[in-house]
C-alpha cells in the first residue's frame, strides 16, 4: 500500500504542469488530510514492531514527497522564466522611434559635432586634449603668454573682468579670452616633450553678425627639440584635409601675436562664387587662425627651457570652421536655442566622430 502512494505521487508529481496542480497534489498526500498523512495517523493502531518499520518508512516517504514537490516547483519556474525571456526579448540596437513619443528627437548642437570632429582628427596626429578653467587669473590668460599689464593686446581683447570685493585689490580673475592659457597650464602639468589641443569656450565682450560674447577656438601646441613651422604647415593641412574631405590649399601671411615669434595668420582656399563659400576650390582666400612657434618668455613661463625645446602653437575657431563645412550663414543662431535651425542643422546622437568611424 505504502508502495503504491509513492508510485502515485512521485508520478503525478512528474507530470504536473502548474504551480496549482502541484499545490493540490501535495494536500492530497501530505496536508493534513492527505492519504500519508492519514495512514500516519493510523500507526497507533499497529503493534510496536510494526510501527517501528511503518513509521520511519512513512516519514521517509513523506520527506521524499516534499524534495519532489520542491524541484518540480523550482523546474516548473525554471520554464515559465525561459518562455518569458522568449517571448520578451528587446533589441537594444534598434534605433529610437520618433515622433508623437517625442523619443530620439534631440540632435547634436554643429559645435558639438565639430568639436568632437577637430578631437578625432588630431587624436590621430597624437594630439590629447587638454583643459583649463573659464574663469582664470590674468597671469594665465595675459603675462604668461607675453601679454604684460598695459600691453595694447588688453585692450583689444575686450576681456570680461570678474568682480572683486571693495578692498580686495588683487588683479581681478577674467573669463578666458582665448584658450592659449591652457598652453601654459599643460607646459607647467606635463613638460616637454608635449602634443595638446584644447578644444573650449571664450569670452570676449563683443557681439554683432560675427561675433557672440561666447564663442569656442580650439588651441594646438607641439612642443619638441627640433619642431619647425614646416611641421606646423604640415599639420595644418592634413587637419584641413580630414576636416574639409578634400585637399585644403593653406597661406601663411605673416602677423604679430605677443605669445608666438614669428607669427602667422593661415587662411585657406575658397571660393565665394553665387554667394556661397565653398573650402578647397577656387583663388578666394579665408582666414581661420593664428598661429606661430611658441615665444621663449611662454616656454619659460610654462617653466620649459627654450635653450633646449621648442614648438608650434595656433589657435582656430570653431564656430568659424563649423559655419564653413556646413554651409550655416549667422553666428548668432548657434546659441539660440532655436529648435527650427537645430533640427535643420543638428546631427544625429548616433553619429558621432570618432577615430573608429572617421568623420
Ligand atoms: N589666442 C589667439 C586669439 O585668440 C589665437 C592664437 C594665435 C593662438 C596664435 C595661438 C597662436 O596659439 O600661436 O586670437
Known amino acids: 500500500m505504502m508502495d503504491d502512494l509513492r508510485t502515485k505521487y512521485l508520478s503525478q508529481i512528474d507530470t504536473a504542469s502548474t504551480e496549482a496542480a502541484l499545490e493540490d497534489l501535495r ?5 493534513k488530510k492527505g492519504e ?8 497507533g493502531k499497529m503493534t510496536p514492531e510494526e510501527r517501528q518499520i511503518e513509521g520511519p518508512r512513512l516519514n521517509a516517504l513523506k520527506d521524499e514527497i516534499t524534495s519532489a514537490i520542491a524541484a518540480k516547483k523550482a523546474a516548473l ?42 578631437t578625432a582628427i588630431f587624436a590621430d596626429m597624437g594630439f590629447r586634449v587638454a583643459e583649463g578653467p573659464q574663469v582664470e587669473s590674468d597671469w594665465y590668460n595675459f603675462d604668461a603668454l607675453n601679454i604684460p599689464d598695459h600691453h595694447p593686446a588688453r585692450g583689444e581683447m575686450d576681456t570680461f573682468y ?22 601654459i597650464r599643460s607646459m607647467q602639468e606635463h613638460g616637454a616633450p608635449l602634443r595638446i589641443i584644447c ?13 557672440t560674447p561666447m ?39 605673416a602677423s604679430h601675436f605677443p605669445f ?40 619659460r613661463a610654462g617653466g620649459i627651457d627654450p635653450d633646449e625645446w621648442q614648438g608650434f602653437a595656433f589657435g582656430m575657431g570653431i564656430d568659424r570652421i563649423a559655419m564653413l563645412k556646413y554651409g550655416i550663414p549667422d553666428l548668432r543662431a548657434f546659441f539660440d536655442s532655436d529648435l527650427r535651425w537645430l533640427r535643420h542643422y543638428g546631427f544625429s546622437a548616433l553619429q558621432v566622430p570618432t577615430l573608429r568611424a572617421g568623420v
Open 162 to 183: 570678474m568682480h572683486r570685493a571693495a578692498g580686495d585689490d588683487r588683479p581681478p580673475h577674467v573669463l578666458r579670452t582665448h584658450t592659449s592659457p591652457v598652453q
Open 199 to 211: 578644444p573650449g569656450r571664450v569670452y570676449r565682450a563683443d557681439f554683432d553678425q560675427t561675433h
Open 36 to 43: 500519508v498523512s492519514l495512514a500516519m495517523r493510523s500507526l
Open 77 to 118: 519556474e525554471d520554464a515559465a522564466l525561459e518562455e518569458r525571456l522568449r517571448h520578451e526579448w528587446l533589441d537594444v540596437t534598434l534605433p529610437g522611434r520618433g515622433g508623437a513619443r517625442g523619443v530620439a528627437e534631440g540632435s547634436v548642437h554643429p559645435v558639438s559635432q565639430v568639436w568632437e570632429e577637430c
Open 27 to 31: 494536500l492530497a498526500a501530505i496536508g
Open 215 to 253: 564663442f569656442h577656438q580650439v588651441e594646438g601646441l607641439a612642443i619638441g627639440r627640433d619642431i619647425s613651422m614646416a611641421n606646423l604647415k604640415w599639420v595644418l593641412e592634413e587637419f584641413f584635409t580630414a576636416f574639409f574631405g578634400t585637399k585644403v590649399r593653406t597661406r601663411f601671411r
Open 260 to 299: 608666438t615669434e614669428p607669427s602667422a595668420e593661415v587662411d585657406i582656399q575658397c571660393s565665394f562664387e553665387g554667394g556661397t563659400v565653398k573650402v578647397g576650390e577656387g583663388d578666394g582666400w579665408l582666414e581661420v587662425l593664428g598661429s606661430g612657434m611658441v615665444h621663449p618668455h611662454v616656454l
